[in-house]
């Protein structure tokens, strides 16, 4: 007979958050976000710490390149999805990492004799406004000059003349040594006026490019999340059935992070994955998932996934419990894994994180999740409403919206991810549709942070670490939840006030 989970199957709405004494070194100000992405022996730092706790979804309409700059320079991490061609996903996990770093490798090249016309398909290409003019057009020729879109017009100059006739000379352009530090690369910067700073080795050639474009960036976003290199980081979606040609791609185009992405992780076939990842690749973290219990996570965690993916059935597009009847409420199945984790922990000396994905409506919703053991949270919906989000911007009578649709729709034809047999979906395990269009990312986050931060406060928290363990939580009845809305006639125009 089968076997029955005596406990009730919970939701975030049916919880709520009871406050804690805050002390008078507790404020937002001193609240810290940072939160481990991968496995680490205790004690030990983890091989990358994520600067606030927050992941965007494996989706096609939701994780852009544009989106994962974004998302870093905001101190989170993006996985891009892997719906598509090997190098496509590669190319844009390139783009990513060349958006910004202290010391750039350009990938904005031309030769001198190249033709006007040549370096503007090359801009537009990379996207990039300065191009490195060398003897072979490499990344790392002799360095001749550099060539930006405001020295030429492709209306006023000849586009069939020579990059050279418009280029500014390298004799002409203030420089620095190979063993130049990036705090005094960021000083010529501004001593000298530049907004670009070639790095040369002694034989003169291109070692590095610095912008000042990238030190406002530092200074607007102090808690950006880069490598050591300090080019942004970015995760990479993969799954069971071609990892073995994807990964190696990936990795090579610079993904910092993997994981792997399935409906149900719970299966030997994910298991030989990670085996397979970890074998080759053992200082790459990778991530396995989504399970809704402490059985699949310790699983998954003894096959070698570095974090685990908790969440089946609780995304705002995806219907598998409908089609299937197969899932958890998000409360519950967080619950359940994060006592699992902590029981491994004691049992190992290692400290697998785990992301709560799905499940998260309300801003305070991811208070919620932390709280009850989640290291971080993936969200698809709330990244979708972004304009960095992949899904059309479209006018209604009552604003704007932004398509949404779920990696089980026909729309994403992400057959694989389901396993339903045959070389197609069979059934839909997710919907397409839209949702309310929210802006810039920047001003998003930075509002549901600040709640989340405020939130930490009025439980006595400083950390997250803390916040877990000293959370207090209370089921919600309907009358109460019921009570916690507004209850009374809302104005329809501001007040003004004299």
């Known amino acids: 007979m089968a076997q029955i989970i005596a406990e009730v199957s919970r939701t975030f709405n049916e919880f709520l958050l009871l406050p804690n004494r805050t002390r008078t070194d507790c404020s937002a100000a001193t609240v810290d976000l940072r939160t481990p992405l991968a496995r680490h022996i205790v004690g030990e730092a983890?091989?990358?710490e994520l600067r606030s706790p927050f992941t965007s979804a494996i989706m096609q309409a939701v994780s852009t390149p544009e989106l994962a700059i974004a998302l870093a320079r905001n101190g989170g991490l993006s996985f891009l999805h892997h719906n598509r061609s090997i190098e496509e996903q590669a190319a844009a996990v390139r783009q990513v990492k060349g958006f910004k770093a202290g010391f750039v490798t350009s990938d904005t090249n031309v030769r001198p004799d190249d033709s006007l016309a040549l370096l503007v398909d090359v801009m537009r290409r990379t996207g990039h406004s300065t191009a490195a003019v060398t003897h072979d057009g490499s990344a790392t020729g002799r360095l001749l000059g550099l060539v930006t879109s405001r020295d030429f017009h492709p209306q006023r100059h000849d586009l069939a003349g020579p990059v050279g006739g418009r280029m500014t000379a390298v004799a002409d352009l203030t420089h620095a040594g190979p063993d130049t530090t990036l705090s005094e690369a960021n000083a010529l910067l501004w001593d000298e006026r530049l907004d670009c700073l070639p790095v040369l080795t002694a034989e003169g050639h291109l070692q590095h490019l610095v912008f000042r474009s990238d030190y406002a960036d530092n200074k607007r976003f102090p808690h950006q999340l880069v490598d050591a290199a300090k080019r942004l980081r970015v995760g990479a979606g993969i799954n069971t059935h071609d990892y073995q040609e994807r990964v190696p791609a990936l990795l090579e185009a610079g993904a910092d992070a993997l994981c792997f992405d399935s409906s149900d992780g719970y299966s030997d076939w994910q298991a030989q994955a990670l085996t397979w990842v970890k074998k080759h690749y053992p200082e790459v973290p990778v991530g396995g998932g989504n399970v809704v219990d402490g059985e699949a996570f310790t699983f998954l965690a003894e096959a070698g996934a570095d974090f685990v993916k908790v969440g089946v059935g609780g995304g705002?597009?995806?219907?598998?419990?409908?089609?299937?009847?197969?899932?958890?409420?998000?409360?519950?199945?967080?619950?359940?894994?994060?006592?699992?984790?902590?029981?491994?922990?004691?049992?190992?000396g290692e400290y697998v994180p785990i992301c709560s994905d799905g499940g998260l409506v309300h801003d305070y919703h991811v208070a919620l999740a932390l709280a009850m053991g989640a290291d971080f949270v993936m969200m698809g919906r709330y990244f979708a409403r972004f304009d960095q989000a992949a899904g059309a911007k479209l006018p209604t009578r009552d604003g704007f919206v932004k398509e949404y649709w779920g990696e089980g729709s026909n729309r994403a034809r992400n057959w694989q991810r389901y396993g339903q047999g045959g070389q197609g979906l069979l059934f839909e395990e997710g919907v397409d549709g839209y949702?309310?269009?929210?802006?810039?990312?920047?001003?998003?986050?930075?509002?549901?942070?600040?709640?989340?931060?405020?939130?930490?406060?009025?439980?006595?928290?400083?950390?997250l670490p803390e916040f877990r363990s000293t959370a207090r939580l209370t089921l919600v009845s309907d009358q109460s939840f019921q009570e916690s809305h507004a209850n009374v006639t809302l104005r329809d125009t501001p007040v003004t006030i004299s």
Not at 316 to 336: F, N, Y
Not at 435 to 463: F, H, N, Q, W
Request: hydrophobic share 40%.
């Open 46 to 48: 983890p091989a990358i």
């Open 316 to 348: 705002s597009i995806c219907i598998t419990r409908d089609q299937k009847g197969i899932g958890r409420g998000q409360a519950s199945a967080v619950l359940d894994v994060a006592a699992a984790r902590d029981a491994f922990r004691e049992r190992t």
């Open 435 to 463: 949702v309310p269009y929210a802006g810039d990312l920047d001003e998003g986050l930075a509002l549901t942070v600040a709640k989340l931060r405020t939130t930490m406060v009025s439980c006595g928290s400083r950390t």
